[in-house]
């Protein structure tokens, strides 16, 4: 890849849009369009953008113990305003069933995909 194709693929990595990446690439709208026609460049956007997923879902994944402690502790402390504890309740029984049923589709897709090999 060149060097502008190396500013742009980092540019894309911290804007909002692709004309935002391109203008702090310092390239124009339509080289960046161009630059996604090119399938390495692609194929290296996709590989980055994974990559800065994955450093998210990590960070995310790290707060979720303090996250849920800090609702018990409201949950649990009798001197909280009631409706702080009962929203904390509710956010704490929802984020439950979320994961509950991600977990479940997720062995759910590993059996599919057990049966197909």
């Keep these: ?38 399938p390495e460049f692609c194929q290296r956007y996709r590989e980055a953008f994974a990559g800065v997923v994955q450093d998210a879902t990590r960070r995310a994944q790290q707060l979720l113990e303090p996250a849920l402690s800090t609702l018990q502790t409201v949950m649990e402390d009798e001197e909280i305003n009631p409706a702080a504890r009962v929203n904390a309740a509710k956010i704490a ?25």
Excluded: H, W
């Excluded at 190396?6 to 369009?33: F, H, P, V, Y």
């Design 93 to 117: 029984l929802d984020y439950a069933v979320r994961l509950t049923d991600q977990n479940d589709l997720a062995e759910r897709l590993t059996a599919l995909e057990e049966m197909r090999q």
């Design 1 to 38: 890849m060149t060097p502008n194709e190396e500013r742009a693929l980092s540019a894309l990595l911290t804007s909002k849009t692709k004309l935002e990446a391109a203008e702090k690439a310092g390239i124009t709208d339509r080289t960046m369009r161009r630059y996604f026609e090119n």
